[in-house]
T-cell receptor
Framework: AQSVTQLDSHVSVSEGTPVLLRCNYSSSYSPSLFWYVQHPNKGLQLLLKYTSAATLVKGINGFEAEFKKSETSFHLTKPSAHMSDAAEYFCVVSLKRGSARQLTFGSGTQLTVLP | DAGVIQSPRHEVTEMGQEVTLRCKPISGHNSLFWYRQTMMRGLELLIYFNNNVPIDDSGMPEDRFSAKMPNASFSTLKIQPSEPRDSAVYFC???????????FGPGTRLTVL
């Protein structure tokens, strides 16, 4: 079975400081992993994805994530937080069910950026 | 690029009423997904379609929920009769079959009184 765990339900950082949102996954084979962001009252937007190519993945808005197989982690980082980064972030694993693939979402991490 | 379109954006109804949520996927996408988001349960996949055919509806909570996709550019999610516990944000997403990233609509916030 595959699953994804987001270790922090809330993270608060000051503007201009680094962001770290943690995600661990469990999978019986090499997974495909994603980070999505959801701003208030909006739909989910894809930030970045890992699909067994480079382990360091660059996404939009300065976000990056590193796939570490030995640690079964896919943490999301950004060197310097901006007020507009305040949102909920979802770590997602692609799950194969039958002949198709589906997304399984983590419980989400709410990021607050303080001025 | 219009993105995934959902309507209505907000729906308030009374218990027992029928509710119909609508989704127009991105043109050319042939997979469509319906999700429900609540504080208690997070994001849950309800049902998805490939090429207008329902593939997996195991996430549909009960017989009160039904979904259809009569053509490649339109899908509905119907709840009949609605109950207060159905209150949630319902998202529609689309993708190309075999491509893993999905594109989400803005959601429909349903409140059942």
């Amino acid at each position: 079975a595959q699953s994804v765990t987001q270790l922090d339900s809330h993270v608060s950082v000051s503007e201009g400081t680094p962001v770290l949102l943690r995600c661990n996954y469990s999978s019986s084979y090499s997974p495909s992993l994603f980070w999505y962001v959801q701003h208030p009252n909006k739909g989910l937007q894809l930030l970045l994805k890992y699909t067994s190519a480079a382990t360091l993945v660059k996404g939009i808005n300065g976000f990056e994530a590193e796939f570490k197989k030995s640690e079964t982690s896919f943490h999301l980082t950004k060197p310097s937080a901006h007020m507009s980064d305040a949102a909920e972030y979802f770590c997602v694993v692609s799950l194969k069910r039958g002949s198709a693939r589906q997304l399984t979402f983590g419980s989400g991490t709410q990021l607050t950026v303080l001025p | 690029d219009a993105g995934v379109i959902q309507s209505p954006r907000h729906e308030v109804t009374e218990m027992g009423q029928e509710v119909t949520l609508r989704c127009k996927p991105i043109s050319g996408h042939n997979s469509l997904f319906w999700y429900r988001q609540t504080m208690m349960r997070g994001l849950e996949l309800l049902i998805y379609f490939n090429n207008n055919v329902p593939i997996d509806d195991s996430g549909m909570p009960e017989d009160r929920f039904s979904a259809k996709m009569p053509n490649a550019s339109f899908s509905t999610l119907k709840i009949q009769p609605s109950e207060p516990r159905d209150s949630a944000v319902y998202f529609c997403a689309s993708s190309l079959v075999g491509v893993q990233e999905q594109f989400f609509g803005p959601g429909t916030r349903l409140t059942v009184l």
